[in-house]
């Protein structure tokens, strides 16, 4: 499985890949994106089967990169991992066609509960 | 119940409490080096990073971080799992604190609003001072022997909900 991380972030991209190796997702191909505009593109580019998305980001944020997916018919799996998990967001998100939130600081425990259904 | 108390669900104690969380999941806190609340101020000439993060829509405000450069170092070697920090990575390190502080902190906030990107300084003791606005909540910390401190900022003036530091 191919999963694209985006996030502003360097050093959260690198927790996150971290995380997922911890919660026993050791294997799968990571590529990185730091925004959402740069995120668009990776996921034309590279096909990607999951994208685990920050929310708040420069250029473009998580969900307008999300609706950008979907406009274009884009159907990849999608989930925020982000610090704001306040319920007006999660509806948002859950609109906009996101399967999960998961909210900042994540454990491998939360991760394994979140994505075991979408990475098995 | 304080003033405050009546006007949100955010409590003085949620800001150690949230920052604790977060120090615990990704900064390697343990019972060796607990972060634990203190009096203790950064000592004279001590480099201090500051990161803050805004607030804007129902409610309107900053939350802010400000931790001893030590302390930053090593929060971003615990983020990174190694002890070489770059200081692009101990910028991007210690604007995710705030961040994740910041994001909780908002959760406990009057909606809608939208969380800001973070901003992070390094200089001299660092005293954190936002025109216009009021300190309403702060929490004294300490890892390591190190002090850290989170505070919350508001520029809304509605009388009775915001006025009065609590800690």
């Known amino acids: ?120 | 119940m304080t003033p405050a108390a009546t006007a949100y669900e955010l409590r003085s104690a949620d800001l150690a409490a949230i920052t604790s969380d977060v120090w615990a999941v990704f900064c390697d806190v343990d019972e060796e080096f607990p972060l634990l609340p203190t009096t203790e101020a950064p000592a004279d000439g001590a480099e201090v990073v500051h990161a803050s993060v805004g607030v804007s829509g129902a409610w309107n405000g900053q939350v802010i971080l400000e931790l001893t450069a030590v302390t930053a170092h090593a929060a971003t070697a615990a983020m990174l799992g190694q002890q070489h920090v770059e200081p692009r990575d101990m910028t991007d390190a210690v604007g995710e604190l705030v961040n994740m502080v910041g994001g909780n902190i908002k959760s406990l906030l009057p909606t809608p609003s939208t969380l800001g990107l973070p901003v992070v300084v390094r200089g001299r003791l660092l005293q954190a001072e936002v025109p216009d606005a009021a300190e309403i909540y702060r929490a004294e910390l300490a890892w390591a022997a190190e002090p850290l401190r989170v505070s919350v900022w508001t520029s809304d003036h509605t009388p009775g909900t915001n006025q009065g530091r609590q800690q």
């Open chain 1, 1 to 120: 499985m191919k999963i694209l991380i985006v996030d502003d972030s360097r050093v959260m991209r690198q927790i996150v890949t971290r995380t997922l190796r911890q919660a026993g997702y050791s294997g799968h191909d990571v590529v990185e994106a730091g925004n959402g505009r740069e995120g668009l593109d990776a996921v034309a580019a590279h096909g990607p089967d999951l994208v685990l998305s920050d929310w708040n980001m420069p250029e473009m944020n998580g969900i307008d990169l999300l609706h950008a997916l979907r406009a274009t018919g884009q159907a990849v799996p999608f989930g925020f991992v982000t610090s704001e998990g306040s319920p007006e967001m999660l509806t948002r998100a859950e609109q906009a066609g996101a399967l999960f939130v998961i909210t900042k600081p994540f454990t491998p425990e939360a991760f394994r509960a979140t994505l075991d259904p979408v990475i098995g």
